[in-house]
C-alpha cells in the first residue's frame, strides 16, 4: 500500500514512537489501514487534537508523514481504487464561476493531473464527476448484466465472424 522502504531517500525521518511528532504518524498510518486509503489531513488532525494535541504539530507532521511516503497532489496511490467520501465544505464560487476544487476532493474524485472532467446539473445540483469515476460507476451498474464464466467480447467477435462467413 504505502512505501514506508523510502526512509533513506526522503527528506524526513520517521519520528522515534511515543513522542508526540511519532503519534501523528501513528495515526496517520492507523487510519490508513482502516480506510484503505491514505489518511486525509482533517482526519489526522482531528485525532491528534482529541487526544489533546496541537493542531499545528498534527498538521506540520502530517505533511511530513506524506512526503515521506512519497505520496504526491493527484490519484491515490495505494491499492484501493475506489472513490472515497469528503465532508461537505463550503467555499466560494467567483463572479466569473469559477472556484477552486481542495486537493481532499480532487483525490476522492480520483481526479487526473490533466483535470478533465463530466459536469451537469440535476435538479439544481452541480455534479462534477472524473473519467475514472465515471467508468467505475457504468462498470458497476452493468455487472448485473455479466453472466459468470461468459466472455461477452469472445462471443461479439464469434458473432461477427459468423456474420462474415468466416466461421
Known amino acids: 500500500m504505502l512505501n514506508p522502504s523510502v526512509d533513506q531517500a ?6 522515534r514512537p511515543g513522542t508526540k511528532t511519532g503519534r501523528v504518524w501513528e495515526i496517520a498510518d492507523e487510519i490508513t489501514r482502516e480506510k484503505d486509503r491514505p489518511a486525509k489531513r482533517r482526519e489526522v488532525i482531528e485525532r491528534f487534537t482529541a487526544e489533546n494535541g496541537n493542531a499545528n504539530t498534527a498538521n506540520t507532521q502530517y505533511q511530513y508523514w506524506r512526503a515521506w511516503h512519497k505520496l504526491q497532489p493527484g490519484p491515490l496511490t495505494v491499492s484501493s481504487t475506489k472513490p472515497c467520501d469528503v465532508e461537505p465544505q463550503s467555499f466560494r464560487v467567483a463572479p466569473d464561476g469559477r472556484f477552486s476544487i ?19 446539473v440535476e435538479a439544481g445540483e452541480l455534479r462534477v464527476v472524473s473519467p475514472a469515476v465515471a467508468v467505475e460507476q457504468v462498470q458497476s451498474r452493468m455487472r448485473k448484466y455479466k453472466k459468470s464464466g461468459v466472455s461477452i467480447v469472445d462471443q461479439f467477435l464469434k458473432d461477427r465472424r459468423t456474420m462474415w462467413g468466416e466461421e
Open 102 to 120: 481542495p486537493l481532499e476532493m480532487r483525490e476522492a474524485m480520483q481526479l487526473e493531473e490533466d483535470g478533465r472532467v463530466t459536469v451537469r
Open 10 to 15: 526522503a527528506p524526513y525521518h520517521r519520528p
